[in-house]
């Protein structure tokens, strides 16, 4: 996990606005919470010296190995930084949130985008969903194959969702998937990739030690020594779990409050699945304090 606050201290930086992702967001500030530690930026603010926000990222809450500690760090200090670059332009949080899950996505040792998990079919197949804390608008994409950075779809959906309804009065959609939402991405603009370019060495080499290990589960029969010796097995050579969802919050220079998740889902999954990454109030959340919106469910609490 990596945290980056640019700028003065002051009400953007201090906001007890409430959001979330996949994994819980922090903890104390020094406190290990993952690959990376929770880390504050220099102070140094905008040429004018005012506050320009706050950015903090995560690389998963699932498997880390030791041996890429160093790795999950930099990608992490990566996307921190990236976002922090774009706040300073003053741009507002939905955007720099999707532009620090664009890089966590791009790295081949996390569980989203480029390097995911592969599906009981051998596929890709990739979750993610964005949130803005202001308007409460919601976009997300379920199953999502042949895409390189399926925040990007999230985020489209969300923007486009702003704008209002489309021709005859209909609502644009907010959460597309499958097929669907590869045509819908495409149709906007957004450039489609061979899947297989998608897939790692690494993402493809756990998925023939799965494939294999499932395959001799299958053939295993029944009776509870047996069971009990498969179990055993499983658990000693559980070398092949990969990371979780990956996320980001972002607080704009205005207050404003955005989340983010992205994720390849589960490693032998079923063709079609749809994971929490993608699911409105469950996956990510993201909500201003001190709003009235009338269509919020959540509960915001300052102390």
């Not at 390189?148 to 309804?165: D, H, M, R, T």
Request: contains cysteine; proline residues 4%.
């Amino acid at each position: 996990m990596e945290a980056a606050e640019s700028g003065r201290p002051g009400p953007a930086a201090s906001s007890s606005s409430s959001s979330s992702s996949s994994s819980p967001p922090a903890a104390a500030e020094g406190e290990k919470t993952g690959p990376a530690a929770m880390r504050r930026s220099d102070r140094d603010g905008g040429a004018d010296g005012r506050n320009v926000g706050f950015v903090l990222v995560h690389a998963g809450a699932g498997y880390h190995s030791e041996s890429k500690a160093k790795e999950y760090k930099q990608v992490c200090k990566k996307a921190c930084q990236k976002a922090i670059e774009k706040l300073q332009t003053g741009a507002l949080a939905v955007d720099v949130v999707a532009a620090a899950l664009i890089e966590l996505e791009d790295s081949p040792f996390t569980n989203a985008g480029m390097g995911s998990n592969l599906n009981l079919s051998g596929d890709i197949e990739c979750d993610a969903s964005t949130m803005d804390g202001k308007s409460l608008n919601f976009g997300a994409v379920g199953a999502l194959r042949g895409i390189k950075n399926p925040i990007l779809v999230a985020n489209k959906l969300l923007s486009e969702a702003q704008k209002g309804k489309l021709s005859a009065g209909r609502i644009p959609p907010c959460f597309l998937v499958g097929e669907g939402a590869h045509k819908w991405a495409v149709d906007h603009g957004i450039v489609p990739c061979p899947p297989d370019i998608m897939t790692t060495k690494f993402s493809l080499s756990a998925f023939r030690k799965n494939r294999r290990k499932l395959e001799l589960a299958e053939k295993v029969e029944t009776e509870m020594i047996q069971t009990k010796k498969r179990r055993e097995v499983t658990e000693n050579t559980n070398v092949t779990a990969s990371l979780d969802t990956v996320g980001a919050v972002v607080v704009d220079h205005e207050g404003n409050v955005a989340a983010a998740v992205s994720s390849g889902g589960l490693a032998m999954k079923h063709p079609g699945r749809v994971g929490q990454a993608a699911v409105y109030g469950c996956g990510c959340w993201a909500e201003n304090a001190g709003g009235h919106n009338v269509y919020s469910t959540a509960a915001v609490v300052n102390i």
